[in-house]
């Protein structure tokens, strides 16, 4: 494992309706410039006002623990921390709105399990049918 993926073992739902990633993970894709605006906008709820910078182009994203993945979810409300945030963000901090559009289950003290669409739709039947 390279020392890039060592800190993104987890994914925390912050009920954030953006996801917003950390400048240095940004700066490991090929071109850290391509695929964002030239723009930056104002974070809301954590980080509240400070700047942040929007995808450009859609992300394909899936979640899983590196044996399990959920289904693929093509989304642009992704986000890049700034290069020097201020010293109250924890950059690692990612909230995923993505959850909203994968199929999972979350039991307590537990990791989140994410369902394979068939199972989904299995689930979804037998609670048409009840």
Known sequence: MSNTE???RMVIDTGASV???PFFLR???ADYCDGWERFTVRA???GNGVKITP???NWDVRLGDGRNWS???STKEIYSWPNNPPSYI???LIGYD???NIPHYKPCRVPYVFLRDDVFKQIQQSQDVA
């Open 71 to 73: 289904r693929w979810h």
């Open 6 to 8: 060592q800190n993104f």
């Open 19 to 21: 996801t917003i990633i």
């Open 44 to 46: 809301s709820g954590y």
């Open 55 to 57: 995808a450009s182009k």
């Open 98 to 100: 993505v959850l909203n």
């Open 27 to 29: 700066q490991q894709l």
């Open 90 to 92: 924890d950059c690692g």
